[in-house]
């Protein structure tokens, strides 16, 4: 089945160190996303990416990384440098023209970040 | 400046009644598009429905239907005989083409609980 997976579920993360959450997707979508949501609040983009090696910050940019090596696979990286790391974190993707009012982004199950 | 309000925190609703879910946007451009999302406690987020600046109609999609008024500003979800898989945060989205991307802008989400 057609989808996007991210691993793992559950994070935990000790202060310090860095982290990676995977994201593949097997919808042959061109634009992936990565959205951070605390509590009580809704979805901010942290990176985005239009097409293969290639990406963008959003709004909440600073102590994250990406890399877009290959269609399927946008993994994000938490640094140290993230001082409020602990969050449920959605990759999505899309596909379609750039600047399209309808383009419908599909989500994953999301992963739960928890820095101990 | 926020662009996506949502004023009700929470809301329940009786199952098979009727309910409306409050979403007002900001943005200059004439042409943009507004997404609603439905988020249960597993965490994924699941599309609903769309609308365009455009369509003159309000959207449907089965019990979902958007009242759209674009003076106003404001773009509610309205569902029909409530469920209790209804249940969830649902969050107004809007994709606004100045941007330059094809990234959501979201709102904080309604937490909907329905009452058998």
């Known amino acids: 089945d057609g989808g996007i997976t991210q691993s793992p579920k559950y994070l935990f993360r000790k202060e310090g160190q860095n982290v990676t959450l995977s994201c593949e997707q097997n919808l042959n979508h061109d634009a992936m996303y990565w959205y951070r949501q605390d509590p009580g609040q809704g979805l901010r983009l942290i990176y985005y990416s239009q097409i293969v090696n290639d990406f963008q910050k959003g709004d909440i940019a600073e102590g994250y990384s990406v890399s877009r090596e290959k269609k399927e696979s946008f993994p994000l990286t938490v640094t140290s440098a993230q001082k409020n790391p602990t969050a449920f974190y959605l990759c999505?993707?899309?596909?379609?023209?750039?600047?399209?009012?309808?383009?419908?982004?599909?989500f994953g199950p999301g992963t739960r970040l928890t820095v101990l | 400046a926020q662009k996506i309000t949502q004023t009700q925190p929470g809301m329940f609703v009786q199952e098979k009644e009727a309910v409306t879910l409050d979403c007002t946007y900001d943005t200059s451009d004439q042409s943009y598009g507004l997404f609603w999302y439905k988020q249960p406690s597993s965490g994924e987020m699941i599309f609903l429905i769309y609308?365009?600046?455009?369509?003159?109609q309000n959207a449907t999609e089965g019990r979902y239907s958007l009242n759209f008024q674009k003076a106003r500003k404001s773009a509610n979800l309205v569902i029909s005989a409530s469920q209790l898989g209804d249940s969830a945060m649902y969050f107004c989205a809007m994709r606004d083409p100045q941007t330059g991307a094809n990234n959501l802008f979201f709102g904080t989400g309604t937490r909907l609980t329905v009452i058998p």
């Open positions: 609308q365009g600046s455009y369509d003159e």
């Open positions: 999505a993707s899309s596909n379609g023209l750039a600047g399209a009012l309808y383009n419908e982004q599909f």
